[in-house]
């Protein structure tokens, strides 16, 4: 076990652990945004700041999300320069993805209503790397991926054209924090967007054929019923 100090109380975590996970295993409120329990950290976001104390003197603002607790470790989640911090990137934040519910409830949690600049448009992604990296890690299909650098950084299929690997199975769309991704279901047809991927659904033979469906719902009722006559 690693022995640490959290807000001034003593803790026990067990070894691996991040400052993140110690935290939330001990009700300690953090904001998150490119964290997701099913996916590797990543640290892009920087909303989960906390600071980490040196024996010095000296303190550091550290994304507690990557940040592995170590033995001894002072840790403060709520002090102004904490506090400070996420306020300034909930600002940022905001100012790309304004029309988005979820990062102006977030931002509004963080004590941010107005941020001081705003793009001219709502870019609606964040760059979280949520989609991307579950696209990866759950689905293991890689079919998007975060393409140049700087302002012109963003999330795209390989050469921004429809992507030959993607199979629409719209977990992206549902792991995207800010609404930027959308499926259109058409019969027949899936889309997801803003890639303009169009797939021809694949139906399972089952449930879209009525009469293998009812003998299958019978086959299993009786076969339910089997079983507890014989308990
Ligand atoms: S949640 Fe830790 S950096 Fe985004």
């Excluded at 067990?14 to 400052?19: D, K, N």
């Excluded at 996916?39 to 603002?61: F, I, T, W």
């Excluded at 890689?142 to 429809?162: C, D, N, Q, W, Y």
């Excluded at 054929?209 to 019978?218: A, F, G, P």
Aim: proline share 5%.
């Amino acid at each position: 076990m690693i022995r640490l100090t959290i807000d001034g109380e003593p803790i026990e975590v067990q070894e691996g652990r991040t400052l993140l996970e110690a935290c939330r295993e001990h009700d300690i409120p953090i904001p998150t945004l490119c964290y997701h329990p099913a996916l590797k950290p990543y640290g892009a976001c920087r909303l989960c700041v906390v600071e980490l104390d040196h024996p010095s003197g000296s303190s550091k603002l550290v994304a507690s999300c990557v940040h592995p607790c170590e033995e001894g470790a002072v840790v403060r989640t709520n002090s102004e320069a904490v506090k400070r911090n996420r306020r300034v990137t909930a600002e940022l934040l905001l100012a790309g993805a304004f029309d988005a519910p979820e990062i102006v409830a977030l931002a509004k949690g963080l004590g941010v209503e107005e941020p001081r600049f705003r793009m001219e448009e709502s870019e609606s992604c964040v760059l979280c790397g949520l989609c991307v990296r579950a696209c990866d890690e759950i689905v293991g299909v890689r079919a998007i991926s975060l393409i140049h650098r700087g302002m012109a950084k963003k999330v795209a299929t390989p050469f921004e054209i429809s992507s030959a690997t993607c199979i629409g199975c719209g977990t992206c769309v549902l792991i995207c924090p800010t609404g930027r991704l959308k499926l259109s279901d058409v019969t027949g047809y899936r889309g997801v967007h803003p890639w303009d991927n169009t797939f021809h659904r694949l139906y399972c033979r089952v449930c879209d054929d009525e009469d293998l469906r009812e003998t299958r719902l019978q086959e299993a009722t009786d076969l339910i019923a089997d079983m507890e006559a014989s308990e």
